[in-house]
C-alpha cells in the first residue's frame, strides 16, 4: 500500500509540474526572444535636403555674425592712437631744442 501511494503521489506530482509548465512556457520569453527583442536595430530617416540646406545657411550667418562681432571688439579695444604733439618724447624735444636755443647752443 505504502508503494501504491507513493507511486500515485509521484505521479500526480509529474503531472501538476508538466501542466504548470506548460502554462507558463507561452507567457515567458525565451534567452533568445528577449536578446532579438532588445537588438532591434532603430534607422532614422534622412534629413530632407531643405532642412539640411536651412541648417547651413543659419550656421554660415551665425558665423558671419561673430566675426563682425569679434572685429568690433578688435576696434573698440583698440587704444586710441595719440597725435605726435602728444607724446611725451615730443614734447621732450621741443623743450630740450627751446632750451639749447636760450642758452645759445
Do not use: W, Y
Not at 20 to 28: E, I, N, W, Y
Not at 70 to 86: D, L, M, N, Y
Request: a positive charge.
Amino acid at each position: 500500500m505504502r508503494g501504491q501511494a507513493a507511486l500515485v503521489a509521484l505521479i500526480v506530482t509529474l503531472i501538476l509540474a508538466t501542466v504548470l509548465f506548460q502554462a507558463a512556457s507561452p507567457d515567458t520569453e525565451t534567452q533568445l526572444q528577449q536578446d532579438v527583442r532588445h537588438r532591434r536595430v532603430i534607422v532614422k530617416p534622412t534629413t530632407p535636403l531643405s532642412e539640411v540646406n536651412r541648417d547651413l545657411d543659419r550656421v554660415e550667418l551665425e558665423a558671419a555674425q561673430q566675426q563682425e562681432r569679434a572685429a568690433i571688439e578688435r576696434k573698440v579695444s583698440r587704444p586710441a592712437q595719440t597725435p605726435p604733439h602728444v607724446d611725451a618724447e615730443f614734447k621732450g624735444g621741443i623743450q630740450t631744442r627751446s632750451l639749447n636755443n636760450l642758452l645759445g647752443k
